[in-house]
């Protein structure tokens, strides 16, 4: 049975077609970011594993070093709203800047932010061991991206 706008009404679908969380997995922007976000993050093991010799599970969560997961997620998701809705959509032009601005803020601002963390830290370790300050716990130092990791 054909409903007002020309698909098929609920009623007439499977049970499992019909539950409220299997259109997600139809939802290939949101899969193809998902994807790209995992294997961004996967490749930041190896990568430590590479230049340092020594496997790190906690690149698996974390955030800074290359590749850039932030990045690929939002160009995952850009690309493929590009090809499901094409190049001239809307979802598409505001895909595209949310990348641009997620991009743009981890080589930046993020990028910064690390190296006054760095610095901070110097300071800190420097301080005497009476100073209110000197038992701080540090600060974490690898919050950003150079441009070549984005």
Known sequence: MRGMNGLESSSSLS????????????????????????????IKV??????????????????????????????ALAVAIGIQDGLGSSAFATATMFASVVMYDAFGVRLH??????????????LPEEHPLADTRPLHELLGHTPLQV
């Open 15 to 42: 049970p499992s077609l019909s539950s409220p969380y299997f259109p997600v997995l139809h939802n290939y922007p949101l899969i193809s970011a998902i994807l790209a976000f995992a294997i961004a993050q996967s």
């Open 113 to 126: 932010a690390g190296k006054q963390a760095e610095v901070l830290n110097q300071i800190v370790y420097q």
């Open 46 to 75: 190896f990568t430590t594993w590479y230049k340092e010799r020594r496997w790190d599970a906690k690149q698996l969560i974390g955030s800074g070093g290359m590749p850039s997961s932030h990045s690929a997620t939002v160009t």
